[in-house]
C-alpha cells in the first residue's frame, strides 16, 4: 500500500449506511478525508453535510485510477463511527474484482501470398 495511511481524526467522522451512501460529520479540518472519499466516491451534497455515494462506476474509477480494495476499506474503517456494513465491503470488493486492464504493445505482423 501506498504511503497514505489514514489517520483517523475524533473530530471527521463518517457514517456508512447500507445503502452505500456515506456521511460525513466534520467539526474540524476534512479536507484530508474529503479529498480520499472524492477518490472513490461520488459527492451527492455538500449543504449542511457532506454526502457521498459508493456505487460500481465510483470504485471502478478508483482501481482504475491506482487505488487498492484494501485503502477503500482501511479509509471507511478508520474514520467510521461504526462497523463497517457487510454487503458494503462484499459490494466494494465486487466491483473492484470486475475491473480489467488491457496492455497494449506494439507489434509487427507479416503476411504473404504464399506459405512460403
Known amino acids: ?11 471527521t467522522r463518517i457514517f456508512v449506511n447500507p445503502d452505500f451512501e456515506i456521511l460525513l460529520r466534520a467539526e474540524g479540518d476534512a479536507y484530508e478525508i474529503i479529498q480520499r472519499l472524492d477518490r472513490f466516491a461520488e459527492r451527492v451534497s455538500q449543504e449542511h453535510a457532506h454526502r457521498f455515494r459508493i456505487s ?9 485510477g491506482g487505488m487498492e480494495v484494501a485503502e477503500i476499506l482501511e479509509t471507511l474503517a478508520a474514520h467510521s463511527d461504526t462497523e463497517l456494513p457487510q454487503n458494503v465491503v462484499y459490494s466494494i470488493r465486487d466491483f473492484a474484482e470486475k475491473v480489467h486492464f488491457l496492455q497494449v504493445r506494439p507489434a509487427l505482423l507479416v503476411s504473404a501470398r504464399h506459405k512460403e
Do not use: F, G, N, Y
Open 56 to 64: 460500481r462506476r465510483s470504485i471502478e474509477r478508483a482501481v482504475a
Open 1 to 11: 500500500m501506498q504511503d497514505l495511511q489514514c489517520r483517523p481524526d475524533k473530530d
